[in-house]
């Protein structure tokens, strides 16, 4: 930062991320017209930083070149320099990185992207130190070459450019209509998927090791479609070895984002949205699978979380908190994890007597227990992990597991409020309308098979926010900060949005969700649906400045756009008279048909939509009202199975129960039964006889247990 702090031009933005860098001598521009036309006005290069403000290497990138004055004087006088927060822009990101990773380049942010003019990448990367060392180039010595290049050999690296262009541009136009994937397609991803997984550990391949939600999805829907015990291991040992390790905050409630080791122990400590509300879910489906505790207390937890820390006042949700913070014995310094680790000192002060158990059950030890600590963040001090069972804890102490669970309970507690007297991390309060879809969705379900009417309160409050806030006029935006909604929604942003909705008017019966989703979905059609190939595109196109108008083929930390809305089309035509939507969900999966043959593993939610397209449709309709104990006992009874492709319509007359039947004419002749609610199991548009009780219901699930689901 330049002594007098003086601004550029990103002082004018929302974006934490971007204000973060407001004050850096660096002259950035924001994405734009603006900063290109400058460029060609000047004949140079642009240096393009993408990055996002929870990242901690984009920090240290920032503290060691952004903030250099004499690497800020040579971006500045040789090239026009562009910041862009990949969390509002995820469209410029994925071009970016799909380029990136064209260049035979790791992906990873910060990304540093050197353009031309026009907006073609002809060299990249992404963290560069201030010098070089250990074998890699340092930024300034980088700066100096790039001028090189583009001063004495400017017809290669325009060649360059235009060339990785092309090869955006055919990605871009991948796939296209095709056979409709079925079976076979499901098990070549089961298979693949299960080839790479670590019976030791859990999770898949080697460290680093990422939670990736959507497979532990796939592999639940395989468990139901199957029968096989497999897949529910593979899920069940990963999310009790994810929910024992460091990877998830075992004070406080929530994981956070990947561990760097293979097996939990370490994580990298940044907390996204995107995951709780993800992981929830999976949290959810697997205490539907299993006996184990632990997954419904995770995912109780995990939401406690996000409800005391992550909600706005208005009830949206905020997007992250970072990894690093001040250290509390030096609070001028930041480190990873500060706010998180412990010495064994400080746990024994603050518990005494209690401080044993604790140590022995959580793993705390004089000298730190970080195994795998490259950067030596966290030497001398403790991320805590359950070192064995809760039972076992009590063996080894010859106390009751009761009385070893009420104790560990007062110690984490005792800890909690010590641990809140420390300097917090950043929060990114920007509040985002893909991930609020994804959390409203994870609250709503939350409440069902939890029984917390809490969870149904926050659900319903954010799904205000977002669509009274940040949806008008047809118009829907992707991001809220300090009263600003701004920035074209992407499809991401509808289809996470109407997957949330969906599941609030399962958990709510509130009729007005089941209209906003359907109206949000005639509005996904018109602007993204591709009618020559088929699927979503992930904009809209009138972006004049984006390189290429991409369809993302991975479901990755976050689920591909079209994954989700070829789920949603299939789930609103069951719920709702549009048979074309479940015919336009069949045209998405083909269009994608190709990516999931040749690499079966990187669209598992998109495997999942096939699942749930080829086995025969049933719904569960619930006529009678939400406060009713009646009606409440047989949603009770499908909130605590996994029914994983079996769509709950409940019709409550107080909560605008007409609404299904407007969408659905079909709905109208099921009603009330003598005045009692009633549930009709139904396969299309045919109904078995009208159930009178929650027994009743309970008996026909289990008899058609073996049914596809």
Not at 151 to 164: F, G, H, M, Q
Not at 222 to 241: C, F, K, N, Q
Not at 535 to 564: C, H, I, W
């Amino acid at each position: 930062m330049d002594a007098e702090g003086k601004p550029n031009r990103l002082i004018r933005e929302k974006s934490p991320y971007l204000l973060q860098h407001a004050r850096n001598p660096v002259d950035w521009y924001p994405w734009g017209e603006e900063a290109f036309a400058h460029a060609r006005d000047r004949d140079v290069p642009v240096f393009l930083s993408i990055g996002y403000s929870t990242c901690h290497w984009c920090h240290v990138m920032e503290r060691e070149s952004f903030e250099n004055g004499s690497i800020a004087d040579m971006l500045n006088k040789g090239f026009v320099c562009i910041k862009v927060d990949r969390e509002e822009r995820p469209d410029l990101d994925r071009i970016y990185m799909t380029a990136l990773q064209a260049m035979g380049q790791n992906g990873g942010w910060p990304m540093s992207m050197f353009l031309t003019p026009e907006r073609q990448p002809f060299y990249g990367g992404t963290y560069y130190p201030s010098e070089s060392r250990y074998g890699r180039a340092g930024f300034p010595d980088l700066l100096r070459k790039i001028r090189s290049i583009w001063d004495t050999e400017r017809p290669k690296v325009l060649e360059s450019a235009r060339s990785i262009t092309t090869f955006l541009e055919d990605v871009a136009h991948a796939g296209g209509p095709g056979g409709v994937p079925g079976v076979e397609e499901i098990e070549a991803s089961y298979n693949q998927i299960a080839s790479a997984y670590d019976a030791v550990h859990g999770g898949f391949g080697a460290g680093p090791k990422f939670p990736r939600p959507v497979v532990f999805d796939f592999l639940l829907r395989y468990y139901a479609r199957s029968g096989e015990g497999a897949p529910l291991a593979m899920v069940t040992h990963t999310l009790l070895r994810m929910a024992s390790g460091g990877m998830y905050d075992q004070i406080g409630g929530g994981f956070h984002r990947y561990s760097v080791d293979g097996e939990w122990r370490v994580p990298h400590f940044e907390k996204m949205l995107y995951d709780q509300a993800q992981l929830v879910q999976v949290y959810l489906d697997a205490s539907l699978c299993s006996v184990d505790p632990l997954f419904p207390a995770v995912a109780r937890e995990t939401l406690d979380y996000v409800l005391r820390d992550m909600t706005d006042p208005e009830g949206g949700f905020y997007s992250a908190e970072d990894a690093d913070s001040p250290r509390p014995e030096r609070p001028e310094e930041s480190g990873e994890g500060a706010f998180y680790v412990w010495t064994k000192k400080e746990i024994d002060e603050a518990l005494d007597g209690d401080a044993p158990l604790f140590d022995e059950h959580f793993g705390v030890e004089e000298k730190g227990n970080a195994p795998f600590d490259p950067q030596q963040e966290f030497t001398g001090r403790n991320i805590l992990y359950r070192r064995g069972s809760l039972d076992a804890t009590a063996r080894r102490f010859g106390i009751s597991p009761e009385e070893t669970l009420s104790r560990l309970t007062g110690a984490k507690a005792t800890l909690f409020d010590l641990r809140g007297r420390r300097p917090r991390p950043l929060r990114d309060d920007k509040i985002l309308t893909s991930w609020n879809g994804l959390m409203i969705g994870a609250f709503a379900r939350g409440s069902r098979v939890l029984g917390d009417a809490r969870y149904l309160v926050a659900a319903t409050r954010a799904a205000e926010f977002v669509t009274g806030r940040m949806w008008s006029a047809g118009t829907l935006f992707r991001r809220h900060r300090q009263g600003e909604s701004r920035i074209e929604a992407h499809l991401d942003d509808y289809a996470f949005l109407v997957s949330g909705l969906l599941d609030l008017f399962e958990s709510s019966g509130e009729g007005r969700w089941l209209e906003r989703a359907a109206r949000l979905t005639e509005e996904q059609i018109r602007i993204f649906h591709d009618s020559k190939g088929g699927g979503f595109f992930d904009t809209s196109g009138s972006d004049a400045t984006l390189l290429v108008r991409m369809k993302e083929q991975y479901d990755g930390a976050e689920p591909a756009g079209n994954s989700v809305a070829a789920m949603n089309l299939i789930r609103l035509s069951r719920m709702t008279d549009h048979p074309d939507w479940e015919s336009m969900a069949a045209e998405t999966l083909a269009n994608f048909g190709g990516t999931l043959r040749a690499r079966p593993g990187v669209l598992p939610l998109m495997a999942a939509a096939v699942d749930f397209l080829v086995t025969p449709p049933r719904q569960v309709v619930i006529a009678g009202a939400a406060d009713d104990p009646r009606a409440a006992a047989m949603m009770g009874i499908l909130s605590l199975r996994y029914l994983p492709t079996t769509v709950v319509i409940p019709l409550d007359p107080g909560a605008g129960g007409d609404s299904p039947r407007t969408l659905n004419p079909f709905l109208r002749n099921l009603t009330l039964v003598d005045g009692n609610p009633a549930a009709y199991v139904c396969r299309g548009s045919a109904c078995d006889l009208p159930l009178l009780g929650a027994d009743s219901l309970a008996r026909l699930l289990d008899e058609r247990k073996g049914d596809p689901v």
